[in-house]
């Protein structure tokens, strides 16, 4: 059984969580991946300095859900493009969604663009079933091609994945397709991204 997470971190977060932190740019995220083992969607969506995500994953077996709320900490130690967040986030589980969970979400990433494009660094995770997410993603702007590699996971949950994604002309929506090397499987999918 998976050890509690210590209150005093939970209240260092909280407090962090409602200090004043400086704006940056508002958006949103979603995307929906499907393959012959697993089908998924996620939301992510930033207003000044509160994020909301959900993500829903249907693996064959049964289904997992998750709900976050985020603040933005007023912290980024002189990195240019840092951002880190803190909050409180629900987790559902069991394989039906009847198991829910509240727990913490710590996250932090990076936005570096380049005349040619931009990186992005991910790196989040969570106490609801010890889940976390690291993330790279190169895109070169000309192309308009995204090239990211991630590794996620928890207690019922594991995977590694690489991806190529190509945006459709100017606008936010992308098409994209990997390979998840735990299941060993092929998935296509869209997103669209209006940070």
Known sequence: MPKPFPLPWLALAAALAVAPAASRADG??????????????????????????AGYTDYGDGVSASLSLTRRLPFDFGVQGLTLTAGPALGFGGGDLSEV????NLGTSRYIPFDWGAVFLQASGGTNRRNFFLQAQLTLSDPGLTFSVSRGGSLDYDETSVAVSRSLGDGPVSLRAGYRFIAEDIFVGFSVNTF
């Open 28 to 53: 949103e995220f979603w995307g929906v991946d499907v393959s012959d083992s697993t089908n998924g969607g996620v939301l992510a969506a930033t207003r000044g300095a509160l994020n909301f995500g």
């Open 101 to 104: 969970a509240l727990g913490l």
